[in-house]
């Protein structure tokens, strides 16, 4: 197909999509866009870094042929005023895999952000950007080397639908009128209104990809972040769906953090994945104070624009923070940090928010060697204090240098040589390291791990008894007395009827019923004493409403049910203690 002003090269294959997976030649086509201000400085630095450690990592029998595609100024040059041409949204989609530099959105009535054009026009659902430290890089922190995570942000709902009505119009009264009259909504009189749509397809296919992405990295966490204590049918559906995601389509490798304390007393199983979920405001913290209690975070649009932009400043900055959106293939990586028309062709800013970029490009290929030879050899250029002017001023006797001066600095490390094997095992041991510490706290005080690293239950799944007690209907009193006692529980839960009804033996029904009648125990069967039916609430109650209903029943315990069967148990006791330990359990 030829097009008006992208050429693709004669040389080298396009990358394929078959069975569901993209196959990656060793001559690929990539697409690039310079970007707009910066762009073209950071870029042509970069495509010099990315060629010199493909060449190094594979000794010449890989290369990547560069296609160039426009979009923002220079589009708009070539494409009579147009920043979005279609062609090159059409290129992206055909080569599967390109890069960009920084673009600018026009300013005045009627111009989408490019960025925002890309997303919805290619469906690039995942935002992904990794955030860690690289030895050297000034740091606010501490310990910034104890950040290292992968956030996956969902980029098609939430706020950034644009779904809007603006105080003073027809539209806004409409949907103010209905919202009061019909739905007895109650807000200021002039508000504006935004709606908020978060779906179970859009939130499952994020977690998805996130779990996926843990699994294929060795990953040992994904951390779901929400706001769902509020937001109850929104972000706390997304914290739903992503676990329901995990437990139905990623199972065998999969478990909850309920069940990493509960179950395994803090061990992580070999090949396990823990799936874990925190509340917004609280993730923010736990970023500067336990960062590395965390791999990888779903989240959804909102909360996802503020974690990465704030975690990615505990490391250095948006100068070196890379970014990517993905869609099921088709993947655009971007510099994530605006034009800085200040200093453009100046040759004078950090390549870092790039360059990296490209290493996520290099990882998402398959070129994990390539990849590596550039983060490894990074740190030791910086170390060495040859730093951009950003990173100069903060750094004590560094040398500063240009744009392309750094990129030389890169490459000439990267020819030198790596030991990439010792690297790698030295990198891995450290990490098998901290891991084993962190098993180690959990083992010794699972209760104040669990209370530091930030987790607070909100719903009846987080506070339940997954290993249920039962009892048949047909069993005797005597036999239900025996396996309470055995097992140190006030009731077991009597499985179902004919009807399909469970119900629950509690010690309270048979002092009642039972030694208050003077009937011997012996004699009376479960099912003569069981309540039922039994009162069920599903797993992902807040609480408060679990509290609300023992209180106003007079119930002192309540059913798990999941899917139409019972999973579980929780009582008021459950309760109170959670309460004792957590404090609030609603804001």
Not at 116 to 126: E, F, K, S, T
Not at 232 to 238: N, P, V
């Amino acid at each position: 197909m030829s097009y008006r002003h992208i050429k693709i090269p004669t040389t080298g294959e396009k990358i394929s999509i078959k069975d569901g997976k993209m196959v990656v030649p060793d001559q690929p086509i990539v697409g690039y866009v310079e970007g707009d201000g910066i762009g073209p400085d950071i870029t042509k630095a970069c495509l010099r870094i990315w060629d010199a450690a493909v060449d190094k990592a594979y000794g010449g029998k890989r290369k990547i042929h560069w296609c160039e595609t426009y979009l923002g100024e220079k589009a708009a040059g070539l494409y009579d005023g147009n920043y979005c041409p279609d062609e090159t949204l059409k290129v992206l989609q055909e080569l599967v895999v390109s890069i960009k530099g920084p673009l600018t959105t026009p300013v005045g009535g009627g111009f989408r952000s490019l960025n925002v054009a890309l997303r919805q026009d290619l469906d690039l659902y995942a935002c992904v950007r990794p955030v860690r430290h690289y030895r050297g890089v000034p740091s606010p922190l501490k310990h910034p080397q104890k950040v290292d995570i992968v956030l996956f942000r969902e980029n098609t709902e939430d706020v950034y639908a644009g779904i809007e009505y603006k105080t003073g119009t027809p539209e806004n009264a409409k949907i103010a009128k209905f919202l009061r009259e019909e739905m007895k909504a109650k807000f200021f009189e002039g508000a504006g209104i935004g709606i908020k749509p978060i779906s179970e397809f859009g939130s499952k296919r994020l977690v998805r990809k996130a779990i996926q992405y843990a699994v294929d990295n060795g990953r040992e966490s994904v951390t779901l972040v929400h706001k769902g204590n509020i937001q109850k049918f929104t972000e706390g559906a997304f914290r739903n769906w992503g676990y329901e995601v995990a437990r139905d389509e990623f199972g065998k490798v999969t478990i909850t953090e309920e069940q990493l304390y509960g179950e395994f007393k803090g061990k992580l199983p070999e090949g396990k994945i823990v799936i874990k979920d925190r509340i917004a405001d609280i993730m923010f913290q736990m970023m500067l104070l336990r960062p590395d209690e965390f791999d990888v975070i779903a989240t959804t649009n909102l909360n996802g624009d503020y974690l990465s932009d704030a975690i990615a400043a505990e490391v250095g900055g948006m100068g070196i923070a890379p970014g990517a959106n993905i869609a099921d293939h088709v993947a655009v990586f971007e510099a994530t940090h605006g034009t800085a028309p200040k200093y453009a062709n100046q040759n004078k800013v950090n390549p870092g928010s790039l360059l990296f970029s490209g290493v996520m490009m290099l990882e998402y290929m398959g070129w994990k060697e390539a990849a590596d030879l550039i983060t490894l050899v990074y740190p030791e250029v910086v170390s060495d204090g040859i730093v951009t002017y950003d990173f100069a001023r903060q750094i004590d006797g560094a040398t500063e240098v240009g744009t392309s001066q750094f990129a030389d600095a890169l490459i000439e490390r990267i020819k030198g040589g790596v030991d990439l094997d010792a690297k790698r095992k030295a990198q891995q041991e450290q990490l098998a390291k901290e891991r084993k510490q962190r098993e180690i706290r959990r083992l010794l005080q699972p209760l104040e791990e669990m209370i530091e690293s930030g987790r607070v239950p909100h719903t009846v799944g987080d506070l339940m008894t997954r290993s249920l007690i039962t009892a048949t209907d047909d069993e005797t009193i005597e036999s239900a007395m025996h396996t309470m006692t055995d097992n140190g529980v006030s009731s077991v839960v009597v499985e179902a009827n004919a009807k399909g009804e469970w119900g629950i033996l509690t010690r309270r029904d048979i002092v009642s019923k039972i030694v208050r009648g003077g009937q011997n125990p012996a004699h009376v069967k479960v099912k003569d004493v069981a309540s039922r039916p039994i009162v069920s609430v599903p797993v992902e109650t807040s609480i408060r409403e679990a509290a609300k209903l023992l209180s106003e029943n007079n119930f002192s315990r309540l059913t798990v049910e999941q899917g139409g069967r019972i999973i579980g148990i929780v009582t008021e006791t459950d309760i109170f203690n959670a309460a004792e330990k957590f404090g609030s359990l609603g804001d």
